[in-house]
């Protein structure tokens, strides 16, 4: 699901009757499908909830435009989650803040499915769940979003002043970003066109294309386009409408969007029945209810076979004009539902009443609570000094037997329980020691691997001005930093293997040797010949052992890592540079460019193609910086959030002026101030350069 932010999801499909599709015309790319594989194993896996979570997410992501049965399911998942993590004792403020975030967004989305299909009264339900843990969080972007899709709902049952209200409301609220401010304003036209206004309306959709084009929205363009064309069709401008329909029909095609494309489809029907090209209609219109049947969009069948019923009317196909029209009765009145139209406005309006009357209501059953607690504290009192007094007497007689038995009990119990101590002491000693041996291996494990690294003589004899924040997620990790020099060239790299802990130190050794093998031995340095040599090497290695034994695909086809490197020329300061899915920051001036790395790891791939090499002129005083993804992917902040590749730009570019050491101390207490509490997801390398 693209966002705007974590709430404001699927927003863009709120044009005048257009339900965004779950499902689309395009299909997974190979990069989805392996993407969407990689989120499975996390999810099976033993991983935290946090990382399960992440995972359903970014799945969720990638698929609710294809499948929205799947989208169900997902948020359903997240839901079920979510309750669970609550129902849990002793959890923390940030694993509280992550569910509580999760839970809205997943109604959030669950209520959109239910707008699509028509069922309005669940979909309310949702989204008030949405809105109240919103205000629950204090989250006024969020709260914004609900709102918003609230007054869709009413935008859709045709009250639209209720509906301008929300909207405006929402945009008072979240008027900053340019999505949501896209999406509010291209909603208030929606509703100023019905309330014929369509001055106000051309005006708002007008300033909602410009905000969507600047945040290259292509479905908040799309979508505000056809509305363009609608208020062209209501000035009975048929030609006018026409292009923008076809602009908005060309993008939901490129997005793949059935609901959108079924829409534009129609409307364009509609303009040529107009025209009195009503065999062109047809084609198009068929075409649209096809789509529309498959989107499960019942508004878009409607207007699909009111189109073709004035088409074959035309046509005189009399048995087709009857055929449609009885399909749009069926359709149209299914749209009609008074009794849930009614139900809908009265728990809307009731919503905020029930909420401070559940607040007094509790406030009456604790006051209620406490007089009755009082009231049976001292009767209870009264009875238990009657039943001591009367029981006091008999408790006498049978204290003296009592004591001597128990005496003899204690006796052979302590017997017991000496014997049951020294077992669990044996037992424990045992523990301790297998754990002695498994941390004293990792910790060799750790030397063997420190002493593979360039040491810091090395790394300031070369590189002089640099920094390398390095943090191991656990004692090894699968990320490292790598230096050679050759002749007058000096090759540096930053690298994030497969996994972390222990697996992904053993990866580690396996890269490492194979970039020192591809150099040294090989004298290779080209960045690309190197990353192509490297990945054969890798390869080659991890197709080694027991020809015995049947490996599946999946058991190696991950095993390798990604690596941006670089080649450095000390006489001419030409830099080359050649990425496998890590790509290369370069400042100059408080101007950040960056270069992108090839879409493929250092390892097994279902697409392998050779590495290329980018080159750069650098002169004095530019920076160069590498890193992998475990600073960007980082949970904290107030919220649980990832840090983010953007914000980690914006702190190198804030601090650039400063030395590197000083550098690597902003950037370290930043990442230790937005974890927090939390644990640290992954790995963590980062390399500074200044020339």
């Given at each position: 699901?693209?966002?705007?932010?974590?709430?404001?999801?699927?927003?863009?499909?709120l044009?005048?009757?257009?339900c965004?599709s779950h499902?689309?015309?395009?299909?997974l790319?190979?990069?989805?499908?392996?993407?969407?594989?990689?989120l499975?194993?996390?999810?099976?896996?033993?991983?935290?909830d946090?990382?399960?979570?992440?995972?359903?997410i970014?799945?969720?992501?990638?698929?609710?435009i294809?499948?929205?049965?799947l989208?169900?399911?997902?948020?359903?998942?997240?839901?079920?989650?979510?309750n669970?993590g609550?129902s849990?004792?002793?959890?923390?403020k940030g694993?509280?803040?992550?569910?509580y975030r999760?839970?809205?967004?997943?109604?959030?989305?669950?209520?959109?499915v239910?707008?699509?299909?028509?069922d309005?009264?669940?979909a309310?339900?949702?989204?008030?769940v949405?809105?109240?843990?919103?205000?629950?969080?204090?989250d006024?972007?969020?709260?914004?979003s609900?709102?918003?899709?609230?007054g869709?709902?009413?935008d859709?049952?045709?009250d639209s002043?209720?509906?301008l209200e929300?909207?405006k409301?929402?945009?008072?609220?979240?008027?900053?970003?340019?999505?949501?401010?896209?999406?509010?304003l291209?909603?208030?036209?929606?509703c100023?066109?019905a309330?014929?206004d369509?001055?106000?309306?051309?005006?708002?959709?007008?300033?909602?294309?410009?905000l969507?084009?600047?945040?290259?929205?292509?479905?908040?363009?799309?979508?505000t386009l056809?509305?363009?064309?609608?208020i062209?069709?209501?000035?009975?401008?048929?030609?006018?409408?026409r292009?923008?329909?076809e602009?908005?029909?060309s993008?939901?095609?490129?997005?793949?969007?059935?609901?959108?494309?079924a829409?534009?489809?129609?409307s364009?029907?509609?303009?040529?029945n107009?025209?009195?090209?009503?065999?062109?209609?047809?084609?198009?219109?068929?075409?649209?209810?096809?789509?529309a049947?498959?989107?499960?969009?019942?508004?878009?069948?409607?207007?699909?076979?009111?189109?073709?019923?004035?088409?074959y009317?035309?046509?005189?196909?009399?048995?087709?004009?009857l055929k449609?029209h009885?399909?749009?009765?069926?359709l149209?009145?299914?749209?009609r539902n008074?009794?849930?139209?009614?139900?809908?406005?009265?728990?809307d309006?009731?919503?905020a009443?029930?909420k401070?009357?559940l607040?007094d209501s509790?406030?009456?059953?604790?006051?209620?609570?406490?007089?009755?607690?009082k009231?049976a504290t001292?009767?209870e009192?009264?009875?238990?000094?009657q039943?001591?007094?009367?029981a006091?007497?008999?408790i006498?007689i049978?204290?003296?037997?009592?004591?001597f038995?128990?005496?003899?009990r204690?006796?052979?119990?302590n017997?017991i329980i000496?014997?049951?101590k020294?077992?669990v002491?044996?037992?424990?000693?045992i523990v301790?020691?297998k754990n002695?041996e498994i941390?004293?291996?990792?910790?060799?494990?750790k030397?063997?691997?420190e002493?593979?690294?360039p040491?810091?003589?090395?790394?300031?004899?070369?590189?002089?001005?640099?920094?390398?924040?390095?943090?191991?997620k656990?004692i090894?990790?699968g990320?490292f930093?790598?230096l050679?020099?050759f002749?007058d060239?000096?090759?540096?790299?930053?690298?994030?293997?497969?996994?972390h802990g222990?697996?992904?130190?053993?990866?580690?050794?396996?890269?490492?040797?194979?970039?020192?093998r591809?150099?040294k031995?090989?004298?290779?340095?080209e960045?690309?010949?190197?990353?192509?040599?490297?990945r054969?090497?890798v390869?080659?290695t991890f197709?080694?052992?027991?020809?015995?034994?049947?490996?599946?695909?999946s058991?190696?086809?991950?095993d390798?890592m990604?690596?941006g490197?670089?080649?450095?020329?000390t006489?001419?300061n030409?830099?080359?540079?050649?990425?496998?899915?890590?790509?290369?920051?370069?400042?100059r001036?408080n101007?950040?460019?960056e270069?992108?790395?090839?879409k493929?790891?250092?390892g097994?791939y279902?697409?392998?193609?050779?590495?290329?090499t980018?080159?750069?002129?650098?002169i004095?005083?530019?920076?160069?910086?590498?890193?992998?993804?475990?600073?960007?992917d980082?949970?904290?902040?107030p919220?649980?959030k990832?840090?983010?590749y953007?914000?980690?730009?914006e702190l190198?570019i804030e601090?650039a002026?400063l030395?590197?050491?000083?550098?690597?101390?902003?950037?370290?207490n930043?990442?230790?101030?937005?974890?927090?509490?939390?644990e640290?997801?992954?790995?963590?390398?980062l390399?500074?350069?200044r020339i």
């Amino acid at each position: 699901m693209v966002t705007i932010t974590l709430f404001v999801i699927k927003n863009y499909f709120l044009i005048l009757f257009l339900c965004l599709s779950h499902l689309s015309i395009a299909q997974l790319t190979d990069e989805e499908i392996v993407y969407i594989d990689s989120l499975k194993e996390v999810i099976a896996s033993n991983a935290n909830d946090s990382l399960k979570i992440d995972a359903y997410i970014n799945w969720d992501n990638i698929i609710y435009i294809y499948d929205s049965e799947l989208d169900v399911t997902i948020n359903q998942t997240l839901l079920e989650l979510c309750n669970e993590g609550l129902s849990k004792s002793g959890i923390s403020k940030g694993e509280m803040l992550l569910y509580y975030r999760t839970k809205g967004l997943a109604n959030n989305n669950l209520g959109l499915v239910c707008v699509q299909y028509g069922d309005y009264l669940k979909a309310l339900n949702h989204f008030h769940v949405s809105q109240t843990i919103a205000e629950k969080l204090n989250d006024t972007l969020k709260i914004a979003s609900a709102i918003n899709n609230i007054g869709m709902i009413y935008d859709h049952l045709g009250d639209s002043e209720k509906a301008l209200e929300n909207y405006k409301r929402s945009l008072e609220l979240d008027g900053d970003d340019l999505g949501s401010r896209a999406a509010y304003l291209n909603n208030m036209g929606i509703c100023y066109v019905a309330l014929n206004d369509h001055e106000k309306a051309l005006a708002c959709y007008q300033e909602s294309l410009e905000l969507a084009k600047q945040g290259e929205d292509l479905m908040g363009q799309a979508n505000t386009l056809c509305n363009i064309g609608l208020i062209h069709v209501k000035e009975g401008e048929d030609e006018m409408a026409r292009p923008y329909f076809e602009q908005g029909l060309s993008i939901y095609k490129q997005v793949g969007n059935k609901g959108g494309t079924a829409f534009a489809l129609i409307s364009i029907g509609d303009i040529d029945n107009v025209r009195g090209n009503h065999k062109k209609a047809v084609k198009l219109c068929l075409e649209g209810l096809d789509l529309a049947n498959q989107a499960k969009s019942v508004m878009h069948q409607k207007e699909g076979c009111d189109c073709l019923y004035e088409a074959y009317k035309n046509l005189g196909d009399l048995a087709n004009s009857l055929k449609y029209h009885e399909q749009f009765v069926v359709l149209r009145d299914s749209l009609r539902n008074d009794e849930d139209e009614q139900d809908i406005m009265q728990q809307d309006f009731t919503f905020a009443f029930e909420k401070d009357r559940l607040a007094d209501s509790l406030s009456f059953v604790n006051q209620q609570e406490t007089d009755r607690l009082k009231y049976a504290t001292a009767l209870e009192r009264k009875q238990n000094f009657q039943y001591v007094l009367f029981a006091g007497i008999g408790i006498l007689i049978l204290v003296g037997g009592l004591i001597f038995r128990g005496y003899q009990r204690k006796k052979k119990d302590n017997e017991i329980i000496a014997q049951q101590k020294h077992e669990v002491e044996l037992q424990k000693e045992i523990v301790d020691e297998k754990n002695r041996e498994i941390t004293d291996s990792i910790n060799y494990a750790k030397r063997i691997q420190e002493a593979i690294l360039p040491n810091q003589e090395m790394v300031e004899k070369y590189l002089p001005e640099s920094f390398i924040l390095y943090k191991p997620k656990d004692i090894v990790a699968g990320d490292f930093y790598w230096l050679e020099k050759f002749e007058d060239k000096i090759i540096f790299a930053v690298a994030d293997c497969t996994g972390h802990g222990v697996p992904g130190a053993m990866v580690s050794v396996v890269c490492h040797n194979a970039l020192n093998r591809a150099v040294k031995e090989f004298g290779l340095v080209e960045p690309d010949k190197i990353l192509n040599k490297t990945r054969e090497l890798v390869i080659g290695t991890f197709e080694k052992g027991d020809q015995t034994v049947q490996l599946k695909s999946s058991d190696v086809i991950r095993d390798g890592m990604d690596i941006g490197l670089c080649v450095l020329n000390t006489k001419t300061n030409e830099l080359a540079f050649a990425g496998a899915n890590n790509g290369l920051y370069h400042l100059r001036n408080n101007e950040m460019t960056e270069l992108i790395p090839d879409k493929q790891p250092i390892g097994k791939y279902a697409e392998e193609r050779n590495f290329t090499t980018q080159n750069i002129s650098l002169i004095k005083g530019d920076l160069i910086y590498l890193f992998s993804d475990g600073f960007a992917d980082q949970f904290g902040g107030p919220d649980g959030k990832k840090f983010k590749y953007k914000k980690l730009k914006e702190l190198l570019i804030e601090n650039a002026p400063l030395k590197l050491n000083d550098q690597m101390t902003v950037l370290t207490n930043a990442f230790e101030k937005w974890k927090g509490g939390l644990e640290q997801v992954d790995d963590v390398c980062l390399m500074g350069v200044r020339i």
